[in-house]
């Protein structure tokens, strides 16, 4: 076989070799490059998203001795709507709510860099008769109704969120709370009209600030509602303290 046909049969058989083989690595491209060698090193493990309206950022955790910790907290450039959930196209809303990340949901070739589709709506905004498509997150600093980081931030999470689908991780959990939900902070909305609809999500949150494992919720007669493993939450899994990104 000459050189050039050697190289070609090489060239092709690549790809497919890769995403055969759930423990294949990518060479780095010149954005990984800029990021730091303790997170390349994660890239591959499992991970979560959480968002936090309130506080404007978007935090990345990955699974590390069985538990999930955080890697690093990036702020969102830019969403649209204040609190509250989605509810119809065009309210210039960003969603709030439980939500799933596939590989069918990457778009590396966005018209803002990098985006990945929430999946709004969900069963829970369908049986609410929500309306809206194309719910992203996604690069150029720019919202109406998605959650926009700059170039670089959305360069990281894509990666994480890429590398974990890749290595088999079937789906990433997307939860986006509109603040941090303690008793205290609910109880301060308490004359909301979202405030029922929060309720429910306080159940998510709760669970993952206990457990250190994403919640696994169902809808059930157009609620939100923890999965029977929540019953776990009595017995959340140590984390490990010599991680350099737990905090």
Excluded at 79 to 87: I, Q, V
Excluded at 93 to 116: C, I
Excluded at 180 to 203: C, G, I, P
Aim: charged share 15%; hydrophobic share 30%.
């Amino acid at each position: 076989m000459s050189k050039s046909l050697f190289m070609l049969s090489v060239l092709l058989l690549s790809p497919v070799s890769f995403y055969s083989n759930a423990q294949s690595v990518q060479p780095l491209t010149e954005q990984q490059s800029t990021m730091q060698p303790e997170k390349q090193r994660l890239l591959g493990l499992p991970v979560y998203v959480r968002i936090i309206k309130e506080d404007k950022v978007l935090e990345l955790f990955v699974k590390n001795q069985g538990a999930y910790q955080l890697v690093q907290t990036y702020p969102i450039c830019n969403y649209s709507g204040g609190l509250g959930p989605k509810r119809y196209q065009g309210d210039f809303k960003s969603p709030e709510g439980f939500y799933q990340v596939t590989m069918q949901s990457l778009n590396p070739n966005s018209k803002f860099y990098r985006s990945f589709n929430l999946g709004y709506p969900n069963q829970y905004d369908q049986e609410h008769g929500f309306t809206g498509k194309h719910l992203m997150v996604h690069g150029d600093c720019v919202s109406t109704g998605c959650y926009a980081m700059n170039n670089q931030q959305i360069s990281e999470i894509y990666q994480f969120i890429e590398y974990a689908l890749i290595n088999g991780q079937p789906q990433v959990e997307v939860n986006i709370f509109p603040f941090r939900m303690t008793n205290d902070k609910l109880n301060s909305y308490s004359h909301s009209v979202h405030y029922e609809f929060w309720q429910q999500l306080k159940a998510g949150y709760d669970f993952f600030e206990k457990t250190h494992q994403p919640p696994n919720m169902i809808v059930s007669n157009g609620r939100y509602n923890l999965a029977p493993q929540g019953l776990l939450a009595n017995n959340p899994p140590k984390t490990n303290p010599a991680n350099p990104f737990a905090r």
